[in-house]
């Protein structure tokens, strides 16, 4: 590795973090514990009902943040918490990017959509869809055949009429129904969360999502996320485990179409910011300077319009 590399901080922008108040904005899983998520995340009592941008700046002061993508927190009342967002947008030092939470089966989704566009930097939209067929505790979404059903992809399709990218957060035997709908919609530009977010780390699971990472891959109209290994891996998670997953991504997208993301702050609830991207650093050690900027920093700008009003947007 170039040691000049060591020395120097990385210049990043976080793709995938989320920034909350619950004295502003009402979330379930603080209410109560929460089953699901703590299914998804483990143990969340140590997670704070808090988490602002100061809190952010201090678990990231090892790297330069360039700018960040603000994802939903699952808020009961996301158009509120999105204008909260954006108010939040407006007074910050560095730029951010806002992914806001849709529905599309939502029989108001045309005056949601309306209205996220009347907020200069929401440039995306994410669904949650993960289901479980195994474990009831791991679903998010409310049944599981929505990426099946014809009305939510006539849903889904009304983001032709406006200029966001879609994440839709689905579990590893999901994404051969993910792989349809991206091909259904190739004038939609979709973020593939977490990897694609695999169930069975073995060697039978890695085979059949990697077929699918290679299916995903070949459609031009798909980003990679790679974020959240601690909820992939769990929270004891090793660079060793992670390593040939993120690699194999990064193989079939290509460095270009692949971020990086910190998931803070659940992320402390597993090692923390700087063995995270500590871990990333190793990783990624064999690429060269160019394609390691394209993966912690140039491909979440560009795909997130990081930066970029609305006024702007291509």
Known sequence: MDGDRVNRPQAII??????????????????APDATFEALVGDYSALPHRYAFEHYS???DSRIVEGIVWHEFMSRDPAREVNWAQRLADSLPVPMSIVAMVDFLDPRLDERLDTYRTLPNVTAVRQHLAWDEVNP?????ARPDFLRDEAWRRGLGRLRDHDFRCGLEVFGPQMCDLVEVVHLYPDIEFTLALMGWPLDLGPAGFASWKENIRNLAQCPNVCASLSAIECIFGMDWTIETVRPWLLTAIEHFGPGRCMIGSHLPI??????????????DTILAPFSDEERDQIFRTTAR?????????SKRG
């Open 267 to 280: 992320s402390r609830l597993s090692f923390g910011f700087t063995r995270l991207y500590d871990a990333y």
């Open 58 to 60: 201090a678990d990231t």
């Open 302 to 310: 560009d795909w997130f319009r990081v930066g970029l009003s609305s």
């Open 137 to 141: 505790q791991r679903r998010m979404a």
């Open 14 to 31: 976080d793709a995938h973090l989320h920034l909350f108040d619950d004295r502003a904005n009402a979330y379930s899983v603080f209410e």
